[in-house]
């Protein structure tokens, strides 16, 4: 069999704009024989950051491809492993066994900037496919203009086509037509009539709010520190859950926790919002007793509103007959014991990294599934994937957009 060219080509793709169009075509123009587009941040809820599932996604990389560019390529959806790089090289890794045969050259793709990935796959394994950057092309500021106001910590107003106060997205949809191909632009209008779009607006006015509230500190927004606790409770194989009443995430399960008073220890403070957010009645010193493990969860971006760095305690409890009854309280809307086998099938109405500190504690729930998408079945090796054609369902109950508060 003849060596094939194979290119990787890795993004969040949120939206899919001209910086990135510029790259594909590049690519395209490599003559590769397998282009493989690889979709990150899939089966996560729908926030400001992650706006678009990865069928959403898909049609976007899609729509501008000719067909003979369509049928050499195939796309794929990665989850997020933020605390476990390998367990994210695993699912790159796979997908590159399902198209790659001794003998054949792989190249991925990256700009001269470096991206953090590139790190991932060493010369001369993997060849350089290096692209300029397209300078005035970001994807989080187009989300800005989209979503309504810009952030605090992004000058969305100062930019090279032009200055846009805070006026919404109908005065700035001419400057995202300049940025964007005409078929992602046509998706973003389309989208704007979507119960999900206005979610996302009234979450992008929180951030924005929180924003402005913590600019007027000395060294501004971006320079502040916050610590949390959060607590990892579990009797019986069940983990006990709240579901967040209002935004950031609202709507979305997360683990009892909340922010630290200055005033009180890291555990005092962990049991103070466990007893807020589920009336939870077993005694101070039975869950002071049973803390197994103490991590602190410090990633810059792990989440919107800032540094947060959470103390996450693990306490796995005696099994008992009966659960401790609980009940949501102060910002929870619900307190619920939720079997850990369920928990894989509901990561994308997760919280921020909630479920990635679970998998910490308790291990790794299940395998992180690929998301195959509508690939051209002729070209695909006979390695087939063993992972099913599971799509990213965020957010998509009742056809509403809107998550279903309800498991």
């Not at 890291?266 to 039975?286: F, N, S, W």
């Amino acid at each position: 069999m003849k060596p094939k060219k194979v290119t990787l080509f890795l993004g969040r793709f949120e939206p899919y704009h001209l910086g990135h169009d510029a790259d594909a075509k590049k690519a395209y123009e490599s003559k590769a024989d397998h282009i493989l587009r690889i979709v990150g941040s899939v089966n996560k809820p729908r926030t400001i950051e992650n706006p678009w599932d990865f069928k959403e996604r898909e049609l976007m990389l899609r729509a501008p491809l000719s067909r003979a560019e369509n049928d050499r390529t195939f796309i794929y959806g990665v989850e997020d492993t933020i605390y476990n790089d390998n367990a994210w090289l695993k699912q790159i890794q796979t997908i590159l066994k399902w198209h790659v045969n001794p003998g054949d050259e792989v190249s991925i793709v990256g700009g001269q900037k470096g991206e953090w990935y590139m790190k991932f796959f060493p010369e001369p394994q993997y060849k350089r496919l290096l692209l300029p950057e397209v300078v005035n092309i970001n994807a989080t500021q187009i989300r800005g203009w989209y979503f309504g106001l810009p952030w605090t910590d992004h000058d969305f107003t100062r930019h090279s086509f032009g200055t846009y106060p805070d006026l919404g997205y109908d005065c700035a949809k001419d400057v995202i037509a300049k940025v964007v191909p005409d078929s992602t632009l046509q998706y973003l209008e389309m989208f704007r009539n979507m119960p999900a779009y206005e979610y996302l607006c009234s979450e992008y006015e929180y951030y924005r709010k929180y924003w402005a509230d913590n600019a007027k500190y000395r060294y501004g927004a971006n320079a502040l520190n916050f610590n949390t606790v959060d607590a990892i409770l579990v009797q019986s194989g069940y983990i006990l859950l709240v579901q967040r009443k209002d935004y950031p995430g609202k709507g979305l399960w997360a683990l009892p926790g909340g922010f630290l008073n200055a005033d009180e220890e890291i555990e005092d403070g962990m049991i103070r919002e466990l007893r807020e957010e589920t009336h939870l009645k077993v005694a101070a010193k039975v869950l002071k007793g049973n803390i197994e493990q103490v991590q602190n969860f410090a990633k810059p971006k792990r989440s919107l509103r800032g540094r947060i760095i959470t103390f996450g305690h693990y306490i796995p409890l005696p099994s008992e007959n009966t659960l401790p009854k609980v009940k949501g309280g102060d910002d929870a809307l619900k307190a619920r014991w939720m079997p850990l086998s369920d928990i894989s099938d509901l990561r994308y109405k997760f919280f921020e990294d909630h479920i990635d500190i679970i998998e910490h504690f308790v291990g790794q729930l299940s395998d992180r599934p690929i998301i195959i998408g509508d690939n051209p079945e002729k070209y695909v090796t006979e390695k087939k994937p063993r992972t099913e054609n599971k799509r990213d369902t965020s957010f998509r109950h009742g056809d509403n957009g809107i998550v279903n508060n309800d498991v």
